[in-house]
Nanobody, 112 residues
């Protein structure tokens, strides 16, 4: 069985920070590219960040310099540190493992 469980979402004020976690019950986690995607109301799902097995990262232009993706292979967990949050960051954030597996998502709301 493969399970991806996101946590850490919630309500935060503009300029604030949140850290999302994705606990991955997956065989071969350490060699799997992981990613975070998000879907805002009325919009299509978009890539936020990815991280490869050796730690190489890729970010959407809209979050560069504000978000950081990282992984802990021993814990089979991927993180998304989100700083300087803006209202337009409001979305459901989804964890993705490789090309095949998705979590159920966690809501992030940035509002005063």
């Amino acid at each position: 069985q493969v399970q991806l469980v996101e946590s850490g979402g919630g309500l935060v004020q503009p300029g604030g920070s949140l850290r999302l976690s994705c606990a991955a019950s997956i065989r071969g986690f350490s060699i799997t590219t992981m990613g975070w995607y998000r879907q805002a109301p009325g919009k299509e799902r978009e890539l936020v960040a990815t991280i490869t097995s050796d730690g190489s990262t890729n970010y959407a232009d809209s979050v560069k310099g504000r978000f950081t993706i990282s992984r802990d292979n021993a814990a089979k967990t991927v993180y998304l540190q989100m700083n300087s949050l803006r209202p337009e960051d409001t979305a459901i954030y989804y964890c993705k493992a490789g090309n095949w597996f998705w979590g159920q998502g966690t809501q992030v709301t940035v509002s005063s």
